[in-house]
């Protein structure tokens, strides 16, 4: 528990309260010192199927802030797969290891798909590992859209599935802007990995004003808050 405080950065009694919810949602079993993480993912299918409406208003906005000829890094989830939906007929180069984004947009001759290699997740279809990221250290985005299991008060991005966390850093890394897209829902969230800080964001696209203190802290850190539906946030 000491350990995942200090490599987290945040207290025990977070740790702890992460820990239970993460055992209430089958994530993990608790042991004596710490937790042993459950085997397999909630499949993508089921997480699909939660908050559609939600996940495409949010999508149709961060569609709209690229231009024709641009390259766009979708995230692995479901949000990122909704905006792919909101891509076809465009001329962009799309980069994923998202393999339902790269069902969607395969048949789609205008777009130029770079599909990212590495380890198979069945039950989240999608691909993770160090052949990802390497690929990713290959490659730039004018755009990533990345996804989130949740954002702390205090503006950090977490992750509830560990094996993620390294290629979305990567993804980071690879890309000019860096856009978080994240319904209500999300706002404040928990997660056991830290994917990145609010200085790592460039933007925000939501669907409903955002807590205030997580508000405060995005602002502070000079990422622009979007409102899915309307002009500014």
Not at 107 to 135: A, K, P, Q, W
């Given at each position: 528990?000491?350990?995942?405080?200090e490599q987290?950065?945040?207290?025990?009694?977070?740790?702890?309260?992460?820990?239970?919810?993460?055992?209430?949602?089958?994530?993990?079993t608790r042991?004596?010192?710490?937790?042993?993480?459950?085997?397999?993912?909630?499949?993508?299918?089921?997480?699909?199927?939660?908050?559609?409406?939600?996940?495409?208003?949010?999508?149709?906005?961060?569609?709209?802030?690229?231009?024709?000829?641009?390259?766009?890094?979708?995230?692995?989830?479901?949000?990122?797969?909704?905006?792919?939906?909101?891509?076809?007929?465009?001329?962009?180069?799309?980069?994923?290891?998202?393999?339902?984004?790269?069902?969607?947009?395969?048949?789609?001759?205008?777009?130029?798909?770079?599909?990212?290699?590495?380890?198979?997740?069945?039950?989240?279809?999608?691909?993770?590992?160090?052949?990802?990221?390497?690929?990713?250290?290959?490659?730039?985005?004018?755009?990533?859209?990345?996804?989130?299991?949740?954002?702390?008060?205090?503006?950090?991005?977490?992750?509830?599935?560990?094996?993620?966390?390294?290629?979305?850093?990567?993804?980071?890394?690879?890309?000019?802007?860096?856009?978080?897209?994240?319904?209500?829902?999300?706002?404040?969230?928990?997660?056991?990995?830290?994917?990145?800080?609010?200085?790592?964001?460039?933007?925000?696209?939501?669907?409903?004003?955002?807590?205030?203190?997580?508000?405060?802290?995005?602002?502070?850190?000079?990422?622009?808050?979007?409102?899915?539906?309307?002009?500014q946030a």
């Amino acid at each position: 528990m000491t350990d995942l405080s200090e490599q987290l950065g945040v207290s025990p009694a977070t740790i702890r309260r992460d820990l239970l919810k993460l055992e209430e949602d089958g994530l993990l079993t608790r042991v004596h010192g710490g937790a042993v993480a459950e085997e397999g993912d909630q499949p993508f299918a089921e997480v699909a199927e939660v908050r559609v409406a939600e996940k495409d208003a949010i999508a149709a906005r961060a569609a709209a802030l690229v231009a024709d000829g641009q390259s766009v890094l979708l995230d692995i989830g479901t949000t990122a797969y909704r905006l792919a939906r909101q891509l076809h007929g465009r001329r962009l180069t799309v980069i994923t290891s998202n393999l339902v984004v790269y069902e969607e947009l395969a048949d789609d001759e205008g777009i130029e798909l770079v599909l990212l290699g590495g380890m198979l997740r069945r039950e989240y279809r999608s691909l993770v590992g160090f052949l990802t990221e390497d690929n990713l250290r290959q490659l730039h985005a004018d755009w990533l859209f990345l996804g989130t299991s949740g954002v702390r008060p205090g503006g950090q991005v977490m992750d509830t599935t560990v094996v993620e966390v390294p290629v979305k850093r990567a993804m980071i890394k690879a890309s000019d802007k860096v856009v978080l897209l994240a319904d209500a829902a999300k706002f404040p969230g928990t997660g056991m990995a830290k994917v990145c800080g609010p200085e790592d964001l460039d933007m925000v696209v939501t669907n409903a004003p955002v807590d205030p203190a997580t508000r405060a802290a995005l602002e502070e850190a000079g990422v622009e808050m979007v409102l899915a539906g309307k002009a500014q946030a």
